[in-house]
């Protein structure tokens, strides 16, 4: 077994209501120098919460959370850091509409089947 940690990602429409959507798992692990993220944004609870949501540039908001794990030319600047800063980098506290939860941590031996299992759980 090996040491994980993970963060939901949530689309807040109207951050002044604090009302969200998950929309997406971010799953990192030192040991297994894993770091990725899994999205699937619902537009249909979207628009429940926000019928004006711009659905298009929030999914492309969502998937430059995924790139920035998996596509270090795509990232950026944070591109060039260790994906330990990336994580953290990328789980830390925004008030923007797309936000990382809070961190939290685990075991498994499979760091890419519990990205699966997470994005299932909080997510689909």
């Avoid at 950026?76 to 994580?87: D, H, K, N, S, W």
């Avoid at 990382?100 to 299992?117: C, F, I, K, N």
Wanted: charged share 20%.
């Amino acid at each position: 077994m090996i040491a994980f940690e993970y963060a939901v990602l949530r689309v807040v429409p109207r951050v002044e209501r604090a009302e969200f959507v998950n929309a997406g798992v971010i799953v990192y692990s030192q040991k297994a120098g894993y770091l990725a993220a899994a999205a699937h944004v619902d537009a249909d609870r979207l628009r429940a919460l926000d019928p004006e949501a711009d659905v298009e540039a929030i999914v492309a908001a969502v998937e430059a959370y995924a790139a920035t794990c998996t596509d270090p030319a795509a990232a950026g600047p944070v591109g060039a850091t260790a994906i330990g800063e990336r994580f953290r980098w990328l789980t830390a506290p925004r008030s923007t509409i797309v936000q990382p939860g809070p961190v939290h941590a685990g075991l498994t031996d499979d760091p890419a089947a519990e990205l699966d299992r997470l994005l299932a759980r909080l997510v689909l």
